[in-house]
Antibody
Framework: EVQLVESGGGLVQPGGSLRLSCAAS????????MHWVRQAPGKGLEYVSA????????YYANSVKGRFTISRDNSKNTLYLQMGSLRAEDMAVYYC????????????????WGQGTLVTVSS | DIQMTQSPSSLSASVGDRVTITCRAS??????LNWYQQKPGKAPKLLIY???SLQSGVPSRFSGSGSGTDFTLTISSLQPEDFATYYC???????????FGPGTKVDIK
């Protein structure tokens, strides 16, 4: 059974840092790209960051570029999101999601999601 | 960047109703369009991929159609467990930042 379990969320002051983790099981982690998606309270889904299966390519939304770093440890089946210079607008539930390629070209889908971890930014 | 819009932003419907949600992309995305369902406090769940392909385990009352810039999600006969928020998402991007639509909330009339 595929499982993604996020951890590391919590209360942090503006300007602070936090590292989120996503532990994967039930599939060959090193074969899949992974994404972080967030959802502010009462708001919609926002793409945050993506990483290729071997970690060699990373991508960021403009809203977090230069402040967040995505990484992965395929030996530990774990995805990370290092968040720095946190702002009030970064407060959200953060989800990790597995990305499956279903067709050549642009055929991607997020078929499994974790339960999310809440990041609260407040003084 | 490709922008996604959805209409309506919310709707009220009754059990048994046929419900249609529309998603529009700011440029052609071929059929690279996914639909997700999200219930309060839960993670999104993939319903439809490639605009019209039903994800494994998803009831057949859900269907998707469209290509290019205009897409629809249809629930043929709304069930109590279908009251949720629905998001479209494009994956037609060379950088894998796959933007979501703003969501459509379906609640009970």
């Amino acid at each position: 059974e595929v499982q993604l379990v996020e951890s590391g969320g919590g209360l942090v002051q503006p300007g602070g840092s936090l590292r989120l983790s996503c532990a994967a099981s039930g599939f060959t982690f090193s074969s899949y790209a992974m994404h972080w998606v967030r959802q502010a309270p009462g708001k919609g889904l926002e793409y945050v960051s993506a990483i290729s299966s071997n970690g060699g390519s990373t991508y960021y939304a403009n809203s977090v570029k230069g402040r967040f770093t995505i990484s992965r440890d395929n030996s530990k089946n774990t995805l990370y999101l290092q968040m720095g210079s946190l702002r009030a607008e970064d407060m959200a539930v953060y989800y990790c999601a597995r990305v499956e390629r279903y067709s050549y070209g642009f055929g991607f889908r997020s078929d499994y999601w974790g339960q999310g971890t809440l990041v609260t930014v407040s003084s | 960047d490709i922008q996604m819009t959805q209409s309506p932003s919310s709707l009220s419907a009754s059990v048994g109703d046929r419900v249609t949600i529309t998603c529009r992309a700011s440029q052609s995305i071929s059929s690279y369009l996914n639909w997700y369902q999200q219930k309060p406090g839960k993670a999104p769940k993939l319903l439809i991929y490639a605009a019209s392909s039903l994800q494994s385990g998803v009831p057949s009352r859900f269907s998707g159609s469209g290509s290019g810039t205009d897409f629809t999600l249809t629930i043929s006969s709304l069930q109590p467990e279908d009251f949720a928020t629905y998001y479209c998402q494009q994956s037609y991007s060379t950088s894998p930042i796959f933007t979501f639509g703003p969501g459509t909330k379906v609640d009970i009339k």
